[in-house]
């Protein structure tokens, strides 16, 4: 094995030196042939290359399993802690990087540290328009760029053209906690959630302090009718009630509008109430005056 490699490395060694190729091979089969006389789980063939005497890096296609020779390549390259492995493409077609057994058809291990700290375990595309697509060149597909933004797109072909997020999974979905928006049918969402089009939905929880129960209390106090139709009179709204011209400026806050709407029915209440106990009071004087007119009725007769 060593007397077939010194004769290769040789060659490798005058190219490493020369500009121009001074081995062409062109029409071979195959055209450059590594063979390990061997029949062990080590390597088939190794291309190594150096640089004054010290190796620098080296491809080679390792058996890696007895039954039908099973074998995979693998790249090293020269570090300052030697030469290690860093890439690997399996038998099975998978190709790892930064792991000797990737358990998918790409795994990626390695990470590089961009200027913000921010580990990076790839890259893809360098231009806003460079699409990564999933699945096919139908499928969906992602892009950015160094703008900050990301689109996440399905494909305009095919059956079934979602966004699944969690789709089959009982996990929560997280968005916007750094502060953002998120918007649906608007691209300038200017609240934390700006829905331009109809909400459908079976049931809807709103948050809400300051409930309008102390209404009832005996401290409250409850403004006249004569009061209350002079506010409406003036301003065309009940109080503390938004305005129309406020709903089109400010739009409407439903927690706050649901407190006021559940005070102006209590304070409403209360006044059923009054009118209620002012009516049970002149029937009692009607039924009163009744027996009176009655009695005076028998004395005339």
């Known amino acids: 094995m060593k007397s077939f490699l010194l004769p290769l490395l040789c060659v490798f060694s005058l190219l490493s030196q020369a500009q121009t190729p001074n081995l062409d091979i062109t029409n071979g089969t195959p055209g450059l042939l590594l063979h390990n006389t061997y029949d062990d789980l080590l390597p088939a063939g190794t291309i190594q290359f150096k640089m004054a005497g010290t190796e620098v890096g080296r491809i080679e296609s390792f058996r890696d399993v007895a039954a039908g020779r099973l074998s995979s390549i693998r790249f090293y390259t020269r570090t300052g802690n030697g030469t290690p492995e860093v890439m690997r493409l399996n038998y099975n077609g998978n190709v790892g990087i930064g792991t000797t057994n990737p358990a998918a058809g790409l795994e990626v291990k390695t990470v590089g540290f961009l200027e913000n700290d921010v580990r990076a375990a790839a890259i893809l595309g360098n231009s806003w328009n460079d699409w990564t697509f999933f699945g096919g060149t139908n499928g969906g597909r992602i892009r950015g760029s160094n703008e900050g933004y990301l689109i996440l797109e399905s494909a305009d072909q095919g059956t079934e053209r979602i966004i699944g997020l969690n789709r089959f999974s009982s996990g929560n979905v997280i968005i916007a906690t750094g502060g953002g928006n998120v918007g649906i049918g608007t691209a300038a969402p200017d609240s934390k959630l ?51 011209a406020d709903i089109e400026k400010n739009q409407l806050d439903v927690g706050e509008n649901q407190t006021i709407l559940v005070k102006k029915v209590e304070e409403l209440t209360l006044y059923i109430l009054q009118l209620n106990e002012r009516l049970s009071e002149q029937n009692k004087l009607l039924m009163q005056q009744a027996g009176e007119l009655n009695a005076l009725k028998q004395r005339i007769k």
């Open 194 to 244: 700006a829905v331009k089009g109809t909400i459908t939905a079976q049931k809807v929880k709103v948050t809400a302090t300051g409930w309008a129960d102390y209404v009832f209390e005996d401290t409250y106090k409850l403004p006249t009718l004569t009061e209350l139709a002079a506010y409406l009179k003036e301003h065309k709204h009940l109080p503390e009630m938004p305005s129309a």
